[in-house]
């Protein structure tokens, strides 16, 4: 006689599928809570605030702020019970998107200034070269031809006008190697510089002054008695 066939308990239910519990807003707006206080503490309270950042720091550290706040998500969401968890989600993403939103902001202002840094310390650079090496006519050709180019790209950044940018740049570098040869003597060596490079040398440097110094002369009008 074969063993009477018993239907599974599952089969016989006929009420209404188990419907999860509700989320606790409450709970929720806690959790919630204390994630903002986290985004504010990592992006402006705390002493390496994200936003205290400038320059290559913020760019170094973009990815390190994002990991930081999405690893604050990540705990949240595995504290939150089971009935809240979905709910908690829609609301942390939302708050995690505003905060990369912000810092895809600063670190598109800190690229723009990071930029402009490079290029104002390439300026300095260039300008050093020719007080090191300022007897190498050659080369202090190139190094104007160098600085003009970076005060260009440099115009570009800024949106400024590149022409007046790019003319004091090449002076500065010859009245870098006109300075230098004067500080050590090299008088006459200047007075030839300068006579060969006058027409570069912008009304910043002073072209009638500079040209009194090197000559040993002055020929502003002498005051009357």
Known sequence: MSAEFVFPEWMMSTGEPTRPAPADSHRVAHMVNRFIAAKQDALYEAPDAFYRRKGADALANELAVVTRLTDLRDAALRQASDEDRLALAAQLEAQLADATDGIGR???????????????????????????????????????????????????????????????ARSAVWKSAIDQRMATGQKESAQSLFERVKGDLGPADSRAQRAREISGTDTRPKPTR
């Open 106 to 168: 600063h670190v598109k202002k800190e690229r723009d200034q990071f930029a402009q840094d490079v290029t104002a310390e390439r300026h300095r650079l260039i300008e050093r070269a020719a007080a090191l090496d300022p007897n190498d006519d050659e080369k202090l050709a190139g190094l104007a031809a160098a600085n003009a180019s970076v005060a260009q790209a440099r115009a570009i950044l800024s949106g400024e006008p590149a022409a007046p940018a790019i003319a004091a």
